[in-house]
T-cell receptor, first 112, second 114 residues
Framework: SQQGEEDPQALSIQEGENATMNCSYK?????LQWYRQNSGRGLVHLIL?????REKHSGRLRVTLDTSKKSSSLLITASRAADTASYFC????????????FGSGTKLNVKP | NAGVTQTPKFQVLKTGQSMTLQCAQD?????MYWYRQDPGMGLRLIYY???????DKGEVPNGYNVSRLNKREFSLRLESAAPSQTSVYFC?????????????FGPGTRLTVL
């Protein structure tokens, strides 16, 4: 695959705790995006970080990007049961920003 | 606004049969995409259309054809279905303006090939 891996593959935490998931990729990128997928549903866009940005925040989400290590992390603070879902990173290639590569995802379970 | 719609929601085919998956968006987006998602895995890009009148191969195009019928509609055709094409298929669209495209996904079509 052109895309790397996400870890952990699965994460189980208590409500109120923070959840961190990581994404690695292989190619030079234009931007990196995080998506969420509830069971049996389509993906929903969460946040986009450009290749020249290092950190971005949106509500309870914090994304970091390290292009030298070809890696990104997504932090969800003060998690809620409703955050239970699978989370995927997607990279848009530097030479073709219409070509997206998705990671294998982290399945997050937030226990009430 | 319905967003991105896909038909059908479910389909069962026999090996060798053909079918077309339909996708339409009402957001006036320029770019449209077809992905497949196998169990426990991420999405893999099959084909995409950066703008009306153009289509390009993605990561896994073999066994598929696409048609960008107009700005709204982008269909995916399986000419001779194989069990390896059993998957969930997602259509997506994005504005396509500039370099930073976020994608809007349809609900998916669950396809089983026997």
């Amino acid at each position: 695959s052109q895309q790397g891996e996400e870890d952990p593959q699965a994460l189980s935490i208590q409500e109120g705790e923070n959840a961190t998931m990581n994404c690695s990729y292989k190619t030079s990128i234009n931007n990196l995006q995080w998506y969420r997928q509830n069971s049996g549903r389509g993906l929903v866009h969460l946040i986009l970080i450009r290749s020249n940005e290092r950190e971005k925040h949106s509500g309870r989400l914090r994304v970091t990007l390290d292009t030298s290590k070809k890696s990104s992390s997504l932090l969800i603070t003060a998690s809620r049961a409703a955050d239970t879902a699978s989370y995927f990173c997607a990279t848009a290639r530097e030479d073709n920003f219409n070509k997206f590569y998705f990671g294998s995802g982290t399945k997050l379970n937030v226990k009430p | 606004n319905a967003g991105v719609t896909q038909t059908p929601k479910f389909q069962v085919l026999k090996t060798g049969q053909s079918m077309t998956l339909q996708c339409a968006q009402d957001m006036n987006h320029n770019s449209m995409y077809w992905y497949r998602q196998d169990p426990g895995m991420g999405l893999r890009l099959i084909y995409y259309s950066a703008s009306e009148g153009t289509t390009d191969k993605g990561e896994v195009p073999n066994g598929y054809n696409v048609s960008r019928l107009n700005k709204r509609e982008f269909s995916l055709r399986l000419e001779s279905a194989a069990p390896s094409q059993t998957s969930v298929y997602f259509c997506a669209s994005s504005p396509g303006q500039g370099n930073f495209n976020t994608q809007y996904f349809g609900p998916g079509t669950r396809l089983t090939v026997l």
